[in-house]
């Protein structure tokens, strides 16, 4: 679903015909069908055309208000994103994935767009390693290296919205196995405080040792609790997104939030030379660690 096809712009070269003048050709060219059958194949051809120009032009609002918004500076300063190319890159990914969640729910509109979205995204991608110097003749092969590690941290964002479908015990008792593991000297009635809430906790949880690997590249000198704040930011979003009107959402008429209200983080969410701490962010066990399928929210 998200292979690298080639170029949008030259597979959605469009004739401007229109299905009269199209007939008109074909008569011309002493076509035997009669004028009837010629005009409506016509009409559904020209129909097909105008579908795949909407598709395009959908997924090119999206995708703008993902780059912008991805292009403030207060990721590099208050989240402390890397401006390194693959930081930058899966900060750009983390905002298309929670398009394309919002897509899916879309029907077979939104799967068009989605597919299209990705093709945007990575002909995007392509231009910004051929602009860091990559020669053209080794993009290819770049562009795939790029695609594991995007495809990766897709697949565990996906698998942590799966813990809504465990019951809290059935969490709460995944987590405090991983935690005796983590922490063998710890108290059983501190690991208990650890335990989550409700559901949402878990999938938090989740998200932040998805984006701690895949975003933050495993950095020690990140806090925790700064993953955490990102991670829910991240769910915030992904709600807001669900609830808004298709026109307004298939148009691009919307901004994603701001970051920085999530980032209430102490110290400024970096920690000085210190190790990864014990728990699933840290130790990148959170539960979104492994394989899975694509599911939306369940709301």
């Excluded at 813990?163 to 059983?188: F, G, I, M, V």
Aim: proline share 4%; glycine share 8%; charged share 25%.
């Amino acid at each position: 679903m998200f292979l690298a096809s080639p170029s949008v712009q030259s597979r959605l070269l469009l004739r401007r015909a229109s299905p009269l003048s199209a007939v008109a050709a074909s008569l011309s060219r002493g076509y035997s069908r009669s004028p009837p059958d010629l005009f409506w194949d016509s009409v559904q051809s020209w129909m097909t055309r105008v579908g795949r120009k909407t598709t395009l032009g959908a997924s090119t609002a999206l995708f703008s208000v993902c780059q912008r918004h991805v292009e403030h500076g207060y990721w590099q300063r208050h989240a402390h994103i890397g401006d390194d190319f693959r930081s930058t890159h899966m900060l750009l990914v983390l905002h298309v994935w929670m398009v394309h969640k919002r897509l899916l729910t879309e029907g077979k509109r939104g799967l068009l767009v989605q597919e299209s979205l990705f093709d945007t995204l990575w002909d995007n991608t392509s231009d910004r390693m051929y602009k860091k110097g990559i020669p053209e003749i080794s993009l290819n092969k770049y562009l795939k290296e790029v695609q594991a590690y995007s495809f990766r941290t897709c697949v565990e964002l996906d698998q942590s919205l799966d813990q809504l479908k465990l019951s809290l015990e059935e969490l709460n008792a995944k987590k405090l196995k991983d935690l005796r593991e983590l922490e063998p000297q710890t108290p059983e009635d501190a690991l208990q405080t650890q335990m989550f809430k409700n559901s949402e906790e878990a999938v938090v949880d989740s998200f932040a040792g998805a984006l701690w690997r895949g975003l933050y590249l495993r950095r020690e000198d990140v806090d925790e609790e700064l993953v955490l704040s990102l991670a829910r930011y991240v769910r915030s979003e992904q709600d807001r997104l669900m609830g808004l009107p298709a026109d307004v959402f298939f148009e691009g008429r919307f901004t994603f939030q701001s970051v920085v209200p999530f980032l209430n983080v102490p110290q400024g969410g970096i920690k000085a030379g210190s190790g990864p701490g014990a728990n699933s962010v840290a130790s990148g066990r959170g539960a979104g660690s492994g394989g899975g399928n694509a599911n939306s929210r369940q709301t």
